[in-house]
């Protein structure tokens, strides 16, 4: 009898359900770590490891430990560069070199390496100290974005107006900073759209191009709905994917997924981000409903070292229109989540996730991590993939209490 390969996957939070629930269901051993010992993920781990997946030695120590089969990043950037080392440090297969994964990573590098390439992106300056975030902000022309990860890794991102914006923006980013550096970048009009992507051998492969609604500030850069397809004309279309896959070759990512967010503005197409990983918004999940293409499946398939061949990337099923709505509860201690079945109930919807359980302390919306749940939904057309989305989303209700009525 063959042994049950084992899969050590980086991060057990919403951004991670997907790839779990499909190393699941091929019948791995899920090995699952994550820094929270409430994280929804750790439901579909045979093994859970309560570490934080930025802390290196601890990370390999468990990948040792455990005798893995392979290791995985999916759905949030900060492990991609880790996940690699550790595949390289144990002779595991991994479809990005940790070169590319570093790259891929660091936003300062990444933006390095593009402007080598030429790839049009947003201009930004990289900085070290209050003063320099306002300079490079009075530089770049008011509004400016602000982005610096915090002590999670998750990046935050704002908006700043004015001057006393980025002094405030700078004194939030600095509390909760786990870095020595923020990006100050310009504020570019028009719109963004997400392109969901598999490289085979080099070959970029583009899968679903989504539109994104976006939360209003200051939870900026936060997404409330994923929408497939986007409405783009054609030429629009095909601008996206090339800068995906102009950003993809330029940081030497060959094999396995990749998601890229690009502007596109009245000067054409900017690269905003390239990420060597699934998305973290169900984004594959959606390319599974969309497309009939398993992206969560290939992503596990390529961790392990698994041949993908080009026929695992054609659609074999279709639909009109998908979407992935989130939910967001009201700030406070979740009590209870009422609604779930009925919302399953509504005609289209493919999916109901509710991230967290009685006792989480939702915070006020800022980032992605703040969200409650998500719908996945399918129609005719991505109206009425919304439409149902909506309907099963005002069938939920979180019940929570205010934070000062519980201590």
């Known amino acids: 009898m ?12 919403p951004a991670q359900l997907g790839v779990l629930a499909a190393a ?12 929270d010992p409430s994280a929804p993920g750790f439901r579909y781990a045979d093994r859970r490891a309560i570490v934080s997946i930025e802390d290196d030695p601890a990370i390999d120590r468990l990948a040792r430990a455990e005798e893995i089969d392979g290791v995985i990043a999916p ?16 002779g595991l297969p991994h479809p990005v070199a940790p070169e590319s994964a570093t790259l891929a990573v660091s936003r300062q590098k990444q933006r390095e390496r593009l402007a080598e390439s030429g790839i049009p992106q947003p201009r930004s300056i990289v900085c070290r100290s209050p003063a320099e ?67 085979l051998d080099g070959r970029f492969v583009p899968l679903t191009v989504t539109d994104r609604e976006q939360a209003s500030p ?44 690009v502007l596109l503005g009245d000067e054409g197409p900017l690269l905003a981000k390239l990420s060597a990983r699934v998305g973290g918004g169900h984004d594959a999940e959606l390319c599974r409903a969309a497309l009939g293409v398993d992206l969560n499946d ?22 009109g229109g998908a979407c992935v709505r989130f939910l967001v509860a009201p700030p406070g201690e979740l009590r209870e989540a009422r609604g779930i079945e009925e919302a399953f109930a509504v005609d289209g919807v493919r999916g109901v996730r509710v991230y967290r ?14 969200r409650a749940g998500a719908i996945l939904a399918t129609g005719e057309t991505r109206e009425e993939a919304l439409a149902a989305a909506d309907r099963a989303a005002a069938q939920i209700r979180f019940v929570t209490a205010r934070a000062e009525a519980v201590a």
Do not use: M
């Not at 759905?75 to 144990?90: E, I, K, N, P, S």
């Not at 709905?225 to 995906?244: I, K, M, N, Q, R």
């Open 133 to 199: 975030v306002t300079e490079a902000a009075e530089e770049l022309g008011y509004p400016v974005v602000i982005e610096v990860p915090d002590r999670t890794g998750e990046r935050g991102v704002g908006l700043a107006g004015d001057r006393n914006a980025v002094a405030q923006a700078v004194a939030d980013a600095l509390a909760e900073s786990k870095d020595e550096y923020c990006l100050v970048e310009e504020l570019v009009g028009g719109r963004i759209v997400t392109v969901n992507a598999f490289s």
């Open 298 to 319: 290939l992503a596990v398939a390529a961790a392990l070292g698994e041949a993908v061949q080009p026929q695992h990337l054609v659609a074999v099923a279709g639909v």
């Open 2 to 13: 063959d042994a049950v390969s084992r899969l050590l996957v980086l991060g057990a939070g």
């Open 357 to 370: 359980k009685p006792g989480h302390r939702f915070r006020p919306l800022r980032r992605a991590s703040d």
């Open 75 to 90: 759905g949030t950037d900060h492990a991609v560069a880790l996940a690699a080392r550790v595949a390289l440090r144990l």
């Open 218 to 261: 200051p939870a900026f850069g936060v997404s409330l709905a994923h929408l497939w397809p986007a409405e783009l004309e054609p030429a629009a279309v095909g601008a996206a994917v090339d800068t995906a896959a102009a950003a993809a070759r330029a940081l030497g990512i060959e094999h396995g997924p990749t998601t890229a967010q």
């Open 24 to 35: 699941r269901a091929r019948g791995l051993t899920v090995v699952a770590a994550d820094r």
